[in-house]
């Protein structure tokens, strides 16, 4: 059974920082790309940042472009979220997920996802 831990969110203030970890309990998702996508009530989940198996390869949401940076750590297992300069509309419930697949192709498709975390809630007041 793979698991997926995410923490890190919390309350901050606009034009602050949060760094978001995941933490898998299997290995061998170290050989497939993985991606955070967040989800707001009444609202399908939205893709926000992924990374390829090494991060040699990372896409990003228009929305969070500049400000945001995935990355992943395969020797401990955890993918990071680094998200700076909050806005109040990047309040979300955030979660990491991953897939056994190996390539980037259709990263930004959250059914094409097999494992999710349990979500963490990300709240940035104005």
């Known amino acids: 059974q793979v698991h997926l831990v995410e923490s890190g969110g919390g309350l901050v203030q606009a034009g602050g920082s949060l760094r978001l970890s995941c933490a898998a309990s299997e290995a061998t998702l170290s050989n497939y790309a993985k991606a955070w996508f967040r989800q707001i009530p009444g609202k399908e989940r939205e893709f926000v940042a992924a990374v390829s198996w090494n991060g040699g390869i990372t896409d990003y949401s228009e929305y969070v472009t500049g400000r945001f940076i995935i990355s992943r750590d395969n020797v401990k297992n955890i993918l990071y979220l680094q998200m700076n300069n909050l806005k109040p509309e990047d309040t979300a419930v955030y979660y990491c997920?991953?897939?056994?697949?190996?390539?980037?192709?259709?990263?930004?498709?959250?059914?094409?996802?097999?494992?999710w975390g349990q979500g963490t809630q990300v709240t940035v007041s104005s």
């Open positions: 997920t991953a897939r056994s697949v190996y390539s980037m192709a259709q990263v930004r498709v959250a059914d094409e996802y097999e494992y």
